[in-house]
C-alpha cells in the first residue's frame, strides 16, 4: 500500500497498472498507460479490497488503478481531528487526492455508500473526471436504503458503534443478512470481513471519525445533488447487478433517467451489491470499454 499526505490526513491506497515504473505496481500490464486513470470508491466499512479483482483485471489491460482507503470506518490512519467527515467533506477529500497525484481525465468508479460521495464530488467539482461508472449505490433518498438506515442511525455514536463491531466478530454475524451476507452472491473470505471492521474495534480515532460521517448522513441532501446530476454532461455507465434486494433494476433506471442522453445501463444477471468482488471480470470489462470514451 502507497501513503499520500493530503490536507485532511494520511490517506492509504492501493495502485496496480502501467505507468508504475520499469514495471506495474503489481509486475502485470506494460509499464506505461495511455488509458485514462481509473479511481475506485468504495462504501462503508470496506476498504480498496472491494477492488482488488477489478483493478488486478484492468492492470493486466495495462490500465492504471487506484484504490485508497477512505474515512468510512475500514481506514487504519484516522483523519486529522479537524478535518471534514461529511459526504461532500469526503468526496472533496477525494478530489484532494485526484489533485496530489495529479490525476486527470479520470473514471471514476463508485460503489453503495461510495456511489453517494461520487455523486457529491460531481455536485462539488468534477473537472478533473472525465468519465463515470457506478455499479449498485446509494442514491436519491435512499442514503443508506433499509434495513442500514436503522443500523447506520445507531452509528452516530463512537460507544455505540463500538458495540455495533462487537456485535460483528462472530463470522456468522458478519456473512449474515445484516451484516454484509446480503451484499454479495459468493461466500466471503472470513478474513477479510474481519479487517473491514477491525478499524472500529481497535481505534478510537476511526471510530471518531466513522460516527462523524454517519452523523451527517442526510438523505434529503443526497436527493438534491440528484436534481444536478444532469448537468454532468460527460459518459455514465451504470454496471447493475440484477439481484441486488437493496438497489433495485428499476433503482437503477431512475438513475438513469437523472443522469440523461450521455448515461447507459449494463445489466449483470444475478449479480448483488458486491458483484464488483464477486466476479469482477463484467466490471473490468464495461470500465475498459468506457475509457475509451472521451470526455
Known amino acids: 500500500m502507497e501513503t499520500v499526505e493530503l490536507p485532511q490526513g494520511t490517506i492509504k491506497y492501493r495502485v496496480t497498472g502501467g505507468g508504475a515504473g520499469p514495471r506495474a505496481a503489481n509486475g502485470t500490464g506494460p509499464a506505461d498507460s495511455t488509458a485514462p486513470p481509473v479511481v475506485f470508491v468504495h462504501g462503508f466499512l470496506v476498504n480498496h479490497e472491494l477492488w482488488d479483482g477489478v483493478g488486478d483485471a484492468l492492470a493486466a489491460e495495462g490500465i492504471r488503478t487506484y484504490s485508497p482507503d477512505l474515512p468510512l470506518g475500514s481506514h487504519t490512519i484516522a483523519l486529522k481531528p479537524e478535518a471534514d467527515r461529511s459526504p461532500r467533506g469526503v ?3 477525494i478530489n484532494d487526492f485526484l489533485a496530489a497525484l495529479d490525476l486527470d481525465d479520470v473514471t471514476l468508479v463508485g460503489n453503495d455508500t461510495g456511489g453517494a460521495i461520487c455523486q457529491f464530488l ?4 468534477h473537472s478533473r473526471i472525465g ?5 449498485n449505490c446509494d442514491a436519491f433518498d435512499q442514503f443508506p436504503p433499509a434495513p442500514f438506515d436503522v443500523l447506520l442511525k445507531l452509528g452516530r455514536s463512537p460507544a455505540m458503534l463500538r458495540i455495533m463491531g462487537d456485535t460483528m466478530r462472530p463470522r456468522f454475524m458478519r456473512h449474515s443478512y445484516i451484516g454484509f451476507g446480503g451484499l454479495v452472491g459468493k461466500p466471503l473470505d472470513k478474513a477479510m470481513s474481519r479487517r ?10 476511526v471510530r471518531r471519525d466513522t460516527s462523524a460521517f454517519l452523523r451527517e448522513v442526510r438523505p434529503s441532501e443526497l436527493l438534491d445533488v440528484s436534481t444536478r446530476l444532469g448537468s454532468f454532461g460527460k459518459p455514465v455507465r451504470l454496471v447493475w447487478g440484477t439481484a441486488d434486494p437493496f438497489f433495485k433494476i428499476s433503482f437503477a433506471q431512475k438513475l438513469l433517467d437523472a443522469f440523461g442522453p450521455n448515461a447507459e445501463l449494463v445489466e449483470v444477471p444475478g449479480a448483488k451489491t458486491f458483484h464488483a468482488l464477486d466476479d469482477p471480470a463484467p466490471v473490468a470489462r464495461e470500465i475498459a470499454a468506457l475509457s475509451t470514451v472521451s470526455g
Open 91 to 93: 468526496a472533496i477529500l
Open 122 to 125: 460531481l455536485d462539488t467539482d
Open 196 to 205: 473491514w471492521i477491525e478499524p472500529v474495534l481497535k481505534d478510537a480515532g
Open 131 to 135: 468519465r463515470l461508472v457506478l455499479t
